[in-house]
């Protein structure tokens, strides 16, 4: 049985390459069928949309309405997945607002079944706060997302919003419909024949057959990240910090709650919401954090990004530590400034000990490293000592903005892969690295071409997009020793 997709396309200049993402439907064996908006038309004709999927085109309320087999129910629920392909700023809006003023956004009111947005508009308007409050609605409400790359606009500005690529866009397709519809490369004539019974009896208001639930891509799977600095007491008022705001951690595992993980978040000292959806523990010190997380174990993936404390004091004072307050004499010289020595021991390890080999190591340990010079080296460095599986590293040396800041820029290290990430929102880098997760657990890395970053330099031709979407090599194996736990 063939999987089906609700295809809505949006209005904006990107539409006209929902062509090519219909040709790649079909050649893989997904039906389609699509519902136009009406900004969509004025973009690409409803006669080009309907050559190529084979099926009617639905454009408005009232003409579905008139047929008598079908209503917005139905068709809502007709298919494995509804996408939004472009999804523009105001039709994101209204789906994030539940407004229900036309077909496309009626569909999407209705239906019981996944959604996936494919964004594309302007930059000022997709980093306009208005629409990044729009997103965060979204993907509380389980919307998941592919895109957008950052390349050259229509309206020849640069930055992201760029609608992904075709391919891109199918591949995230792929991986969010059930696991029972595995890539099929050309579709059969009895995949077809079933596609079009399975129509059949959605327009005759009949039940699907067998119709297997569809699954998030962490759905079943757990999840600990580490998030934030750690305080090593001096004394009851005095301790050893850092300025991690914890930002890219919390991003992190908001999208993998987000993608239907168990998300269990150890953070240290931080000012953040706890994200929908995910269970937090508060620490203190390195050591709180290190007993949270093996009382967490066992869990599928660890992502340690907290900014662990490699040191603590060996004997943090019980009372607040005085220093001399002497007045010199008139007439005698002042007395010379007053020091403190303080006596340090080495905090533990938590990503190496995440990574140890054992009954309770995670299928998949990702390590961050902060660095401040000779970024790759140190990262090769501590990818093999730590012994994790995926290391991202960061440079936060004088003029970086990264921490506290809501962007980052990664080095991605596997084994066998070194990919430089451009400077991203850290929430755009929570959702690639929890879907680059996703693909690595459902196998879908093993088939997925490798990207030069999230956002490729020439997105109409380099296959390369969000990193979400086009992830790491193949298999735990292929991902050796990695990182540190220090971030952002």
């Known amino acids: ?42 973009f690409v004709t409803p006669l080009s949309v309907q050559a190529l999927s084979g099926e009617a085109v639905h454009r408005d309320l009232l003409s579905l309405a008139e047929d008598s087999s079908m209503d917005h129910i139905a068709l809502s629920r007709s298919a494995d997945l509804l996408v939004l392909c472009p999804a523009s700023a105001n039709l994101l809006a209204r789906m994030a607002h539940g407004l229900a003023d036309d077909l496309a956004t009626t569909l999407l009111l209705a239906t019981d079944k996944p959604v996936l947005a494919a964004p594309a508009m302007n930059v000022r308007m997709w980093e306009n706060p208005a629409t990044q409050r729009n997103l965060s609605l979204l993907r509380a409400q ?44 050309q579709a059969s004539a009895s995949q077809i024949h079933a596609g079009q019974a399975r129509a059949g009896q959605a327009l005759a208001g009949q039940a699907p057959a067998e119709r297997v639930p569809a699954r998030q891509p962490l759905s079943g799977r757990s999840v600990l990240v580490t998030a934030g600095p750690t305080q090593e007491p001096i004394d009851p008022v005095r301790f050893i910090a850092n300025r991690s705001s914890g930002r890219q951690g919390y991003a992190i595992a908001a999208a993998c709650a987000a993608l239907g993980a168990e998300v269990t978040l150890v953070s240290g000292p931080t000012n953040l919401p706890c994200p929908e959806g995910v269970r937090r523990i508060d620490v203190t010190t390195a050591c709180d954090m290190d007993a949270a997380c093996k009382a967490a174990l066992p869990v599928d993936a660890a992502i340690c990004t907290a900014a662990v404390g490699d040191w603590r004091v060996a004997e943090p004072a019980l009372q607040k530590r005085k220093k001399p307050h002497e007045k010199p004499r008139t007439g005698t010289a002042a007395q010379p400034a007053s020091s403190l020595t303080l006596t340090l021991v080495e905090n533990p390890d938590i990503l190496a000990s ?27 460095e501590k990818r093999q000592r730590k012994g994790c599986d995926w290391l991202l590293a960061n440079d936060v040396g004088a003029g970086s903005s990264v921490f506290g800041g809501d962007r980052n820029t990664i080095l991605f290290l596997t084994a066998t892969e070194t990919t430089l990430w451009p400077e991203l929102p850290k929430a755009t880098i929570g959702r690639a690295l929890a879907d680059r997760i996703a693909a690595f657990f459902s196998g879908h890395i093993a088939r997925t071409r490798h990207s030069a970053s999230p956002t490729a330099a020439d997105p109409e031709t380099d296959p390369a997009t969000d990193p979400a979407i086009d992830p790491a090599p193949a298999s735990p194996g292929d991902q050796s020793p990695a990182g540190t736990a220090e971030t952002r």
């Open 142 to 185: 389980g919307c998941h997302f592919v895109g957008p790359d950052e390349g050259e606009m229509a309206c020849g500005e640069f930055g992201p919003g760029r609608l992904s690529t075709p391919d891109a866009i199918v591949d995230a397709i792929e991986a969010r419909l059930p696991r029972s519809f595995a890539r099929s490369g």
């Open 354 to 380: 995440l990574s140890r080999p054992g009954p309770d190591r995670p299928a998949l340990v990702v390590g961050f490293a902060a660095e401040t010079e000779a970024l790759e080296s140190h990262a090769r």
């Open 1 to 42: 049985m063939a999987a089906r997709v609700i295809l809505i396309i949006g209005g904006g200049i990107a539409a006209y390459r929902t062509l090519d993402v219909i040709r790649i439907l079909r050649r893989r064996g997904i039906d389609v069928t699509c519902v136009m908006t009406e900004a969509a038309s004025h």
